[in-house]
């Protein structure tokens, strides 16, 4: 039973360039977050997603960052014109549904995105 | 949800029992324990979770106090892959609000030396 995927597992970017972060859930799982790593910090939660849907953005920067969980395919986590400060491990975790002990979050082993 | 305090680091010789502790005094009767692991590098993996009653798994075993104001999680038998940053989270295990959204902390790193 294939885990949690993203891709790519690192990403070089250059100031101003886009990048764009996939991530597969776990087969069966239909709720997908992300979360972002700073350097030497703890993870933050970024954005929660149901297929189609957007639930909760509170975590995301206001500008240049936007996600999206289409009917069909992963999510992307999509930064537009990366600053230095974007440089951070990406990463996404599903779970089955929400509420409850089924909604316990599976991880998987993140993006590493480094902006030159 | 309640906030945790756990030790920066925590030292085990292979081969025996890691005992890390955790304290959440102000955890609300509806919320859950939860540990995950994060190994240098990597994602963070989910160990263990529970309410009220001790939990083991394959993994490990999880003890929680019978006042829940504190917990500790037990490798029995650890081994330096064990050797990763561990998290205690303690969240709502209901739908509703936004107890989805879990808090890391800054966790206790267990080296286990060989």
């Known amino acids: 039973n294939a885990g949690v995927m993203q891709n790519p597992r690192h990403l070089v970017r250059r100031r101003g360039q886009e990048a764009r972060l996939r991530c597969s859930p776990m087969?069966?799982?239909?709720?997908v977050y992300w979360y972002r790593q700073l350097p030497e910090e703890g993870l933050k939660f970024m954005v929660y997603?149901?297929?189609?849907?957007?639930?909760?953005e509170s975590g995301m920067p206001k500008e240049r960052f936007s996600a999206e969980f289409p009917k069909e395919g992963p999510s992307i986590l999509r930064i537009q014109q990366v600053v230095r400060g974007d440089s951070a491990a990406y990463f996404c975790?599903?779970?089955?549904?929400?509420?409850?002990?089924?909604?316990?979050?599976?991880f998987g082993p993140g993006t590493r995105l480094t902006v030159l | 949800d309640a906030k945790t305090t756990q030790p920066p680091s925590m030292d085990c010789a292979e081969g025996r029992a890691a005992n890390l502790p955790c304290n959440h005094s102000t955890i609300s009767g509806n919320e859950y324990v939860y540990w995950y692991r994060q190994i240098h590098s990597q994602g963070p993996q989910y160990i263990i979770h529970?309410?009220?009653n001790n939990e083991t798994n394959e993994m490990a075993s999880l003890i929680i106090t019978e006042d829940r104001k504190s917990s500790t999680l037990i490798l029995p038998h650890a081994t330096l892959r064990d050797t990763a940053v561990y998290y205690c989270i303690v969240r709502v295990a209901s739908s509703g609000g936004s107890n989805y959204k879990l808090t890391f902390g800054k966790g206790t790193l267990l080296t286990v030396n060989p």
């Open positions: 087969k069966g799982h239909s709720h």
């Open positions: 529970g309410l009220k």
């Open positions: 975790a599903s779970s089955p549904r929400t509420g409850g002990e089924s909604d316990t979050q599976y």
């Open positions: 997603l149901q297929k189609e849907n957007i639930i909760d």
